[in-house]
């Protein structure tokens, strides 16, 4: 009272002298608005602040509440129910601290990551490239690649395996296709060649190019299962006349087919061995131009890598912590919750803080043949690899994980895709739509290596 009254204000009437003003009376007025008539009546003017003011709150609630009666608060209190749901569903989709979520489900991880999170996720926890001597770059552009892309589905929905299963899909199909038709060798080479579909890509790409096949069964074995492709303008050597890549006389190979310039001769290897050793092979034979499948991340695979050669700590993107309450151990610890092929600490870190390789081993033959390393040797192969190379270049992945569904690489060490996440209406036009989510998840950072000329 003492607050309005110093106000010259009054939360009652103001009453006539000649008319006695009842308690129930004074209640009763100060609920209700008050009506021009009243104003009059009372003498006051309706432009007085005290008439224009907004009653209180507790005012307001006490007038609602008198006027819908006892049979509605049951409604009340379900609609206060539903809001406070509402309020909890929308914290647990939106605060990262939840992870109550299905792995390696791509809703999930929208809905913990964001489609703005899965954009600016690649690259997060580095991509470590090799340096090349000269810094010398790739001709072609995310552009010509995009463009490729649009040509390649068509092709790839004719191919005769449908399920490659341990076998290339199709990131990596359309990175061969592209490749070798960009180049145009006079000469294809593949070592390693299982049911034949890179055999197949290859042939899609150069129609009329001679090819050399590699591999210790010869895909017309698996004829007898199921589908397979054995090229007519292929020379094989497999089965009984396998040879391994490393004991071919090259010179008097290639010479038969009419090649001289190895420089017009490219070389893939999806054959699962050491690529340090590939490379050091290729490189005496003279071959310049060489396409690895499986270049496997730090701490995966069943061989030693160029991406694992250049995951070095003075390469940008490269280098680990083996200390478990790092930022890095922290953030691999939450993405293997969601990527089949992620790797936390524990993963990769052997004894004596090991990373390197896989837990410092350098890995050869289908994992049957284990060296361990020490950080030194790794290093050094590192730097043997850089002075010979005049380019070095990952394939990106095809699209985002919010268009492929892919659960298997994480994106954190891949680099952008050619196709960004939440770019749908491109992805559908492009006819990736159409094909099966699964074969979207053998990516694994195939790479291009452009060796340098001797003496360079």
Same mark, same amino acid.
């Given at each position: 009272?003492?607050?309005?009254?110093?106000?010259?204000?009054?939360?009652?009437?103001?009453?006539?002298?000649?008319?006695?003003?009842?308690?129930?009376?004074?209640?009763?007025?100060?609920?209700?608005?008050?009506?021009?008539?009243?104003?009059?009546?009372?003498?006051?003017?309706?432009?007085?602040?005290?008439?224009?003011?907004?009653?209180?709150?507790?005012?307001?609630?006490?007038?609602?509440?008198?006027?819908?009666?006892?049979?509605?608060?049951?409604?009340?209190?379900?609609?206060?129910?539903?809001?406070?749901?509402?309020?909890?569903?929308?914290?647990?989709?939106?605060?990262?601290?939840?992870?109550?979520?299905?792995?390696?489900?791509?809703?999930?991880?929208?809905?913990?990551?964001?489609?703005?999170?899965?954009?600016?996720?690649?690259?997060?926890?580095?991509?470590?490239?090799?340096?090349?001597?000269?810094?010398?770059?790739?001709?072609?552009?995310?552009?010509?690649?995009?463009?490729?892309?649009?040509?390649?589905?068509?092709?790839?929905?004719?191919?005769?395996?449908?399920?490659?299963?341990?076998?290339?899909?199709?990131?990596?199909?359309?990175?061969?296709?592209?490749?070798?038709?960009?180049?145009?060798?006079?000469?294809?080479?593949?070592?390693?060649?299982?049911?034949?579909?890179?055999?197949?890509?290859?042939?899609?790409?150069?129609?009329?190019?001679?090819?050399?096949?590699?591999?210790?069964?010869?895909?017309?074995?698996?004829?007898?299962?199921?589908?397979?492709?054995?090229?007519?303008?292929?020379?094989?050597?497999?089965?009984?006349?396998?040879?391994?890549?490393?004991?071919?006389?090259?010179?008097?190979?290639?010479?038969?087919?009419?090649?001289?310039?190895?420089?017009?001769?490219?070389?893939?290897?999806? %054959? &699962?061995?050491?690529?340090?050793?590939?490379?050091? #092979?290729?490189?005496?034979? /003279?071959?310049? !131009?060489?396409? $690895?499948? @499986?270049?496997?991340?730090?701490?995966?695979? %069943? &061989?030693?890598?160029?991406?694992?050669?250049?995951? #070095?700590?003075?390469?940008? /993107?490269?280098? !680990?912590?083996? $200390?478990? @309450?790092?930022?890095?151990?922290?953030?691999?610890?939450?993405?293997?919750?969601?990527?089949?092929?992620?790797?936390?600490?524990?993963?990769?870190?052997?004894?004596?803080?090991?990373?390197?390789?896989?837990?410092?081993?350098?890995?050869?033959?289908?994992?049957?043949?284990?060296?361990?390393?020490?950080?030194?040797?790794?290093?050094?192969?590192?730097?043997?690899?850089?002075?010979?190379?005049?380019?070095?270049?990952?394939?990106?992945?095809?699209?985002?994980?919010?268009?492929?569904?892919?659960?298997?690489?994480?994106?954190?060490?891949?680099?952008?895709?050619?196709?960004?996440?939440?770019?749908?209406?491109?992805?559908?036009?492009?006819?990736?739509?159409?094909?099966?989510?699964?074969?979207?998840?053998?990516?694994?950072?195939?790479?291009?290596?452009?060796?340098?000329?001797?003496?360079?």
């Amino acid at each position: 009272m003492e607050r309005g009254m110093n106000n010259g204000q009054s939360l009652w009437h103001s009453q006539s002298p000649k008319t006695p003003t009842t308690m129930l009376d004074r209640a009763l007025s100060s609920r209700r608005p008050h009506s021009d008539a009243d104003l009059s009546a009372s003498g006051e003017s309706g432009t007085d602040e005290s008439k224009t003011k907004r009653p209180h709150i507790y005012l307001l609630a006490s007038n609602f509440l008198s006027r819908i009666g006892h049979q509605w608060w049951p409604c009340l209190i379900l609609a206060l129910l539903f809001l406070v749901l509402l309020f909890l569903i929308s914290v647990a989709f939106h605060s990262h601290s939840f992870v109550c979520i299905s792995r390696f489900d791509p809703a999930a991880r929208i809905g913990f990551f964001g489609l703005d999170g899965l954009e600016s996720d690649f690259g997060a926890l580095g991509v470590p490239w090799c340096r090349s001597k000269h810094g010398k770059e790739v001709e072609w552009t995310s552009k010509d690649l995009l463009k490729g892309l649009e040509e390649f589905v068509p092709i790839y929905e004719t191919r005769p395996i449908k399920n490659n299963m341990y076998g290339m899909g199709f990131d990596h199909s359309f990175g061969l296709w592209f490749m070798a038709r960009w180049l145009k060798p006079d000469m294809m080479i593949e070592s390693g060649a299982f049911k034949g579909h890179s055999t197949w890509v290859l042939r899609q790409a150069m129609p009329d190019t001679p090819m050399i096949s590699l591999t210790p069964r010869h895909p017309e074995k698996y004829l007898r299962k199921g589908p397979a492709y054995v090229d007519g303008n292929c020379t094989y050597f497999a089965g009984k006349d396998f040879v391994d890549f490393g004991s071919v006389d090259w010179k008097n190979v290639l010479r038969k087919h009419g090649i001289t310039d190895l420089s017009r001769v490219i070389v893939f290897f999806d %054959d &699962h061995q050491n690529e340090l050793k590939r490379l050091k #092979q290729a490189l005496k034979a /003279g071959f310049r !131009h060489l396409i $690895f499948e @499986d270049n496997y991340d730090t701490g995966t695979g %069943d &061989h030693y890598s160029l991406r694992q050669i250049c995951d #070095q700590s003075h390469i940008r /993107g490269g280098g !680990h912590s083996c $200390f478990k @309450d790092s930022d890095e151990a922290r953030m691999r610890s939450k993405r293997k919750k969601f990527w089949e092929k992620a790797v936390d600490t524990e993963e990769l870190c052997g004894p004596g803080e090991t990373w390197w390789g896989v837990k410092g081993e350098m890995r050869d033959d289908f994992n049957h043949t284990n060296t361990p390393i020490s950080y030194n040797q790794h290093f050094q192969n590192s730097r043997y690899v850089e002075s010979i190379l005049d380019v070095y270049w990952e394939l990106p992945p095809v699209a985002g994980p919010s268009l492929t569904h892919q659960s298997r690489y994480d994106p954190a060490r891949a680099t952008p895709p050619i196709v960004a996440d939440g770019k749908h209406r491109l992805f559908q036009r492009i006819g990736l739509g159409r094909l099966d989510k699964s074969v979207f998840n053998g990516y694994t950072q195939m790479v291009y290596l452009e060796i340098s000329k001797p003496g360079s």
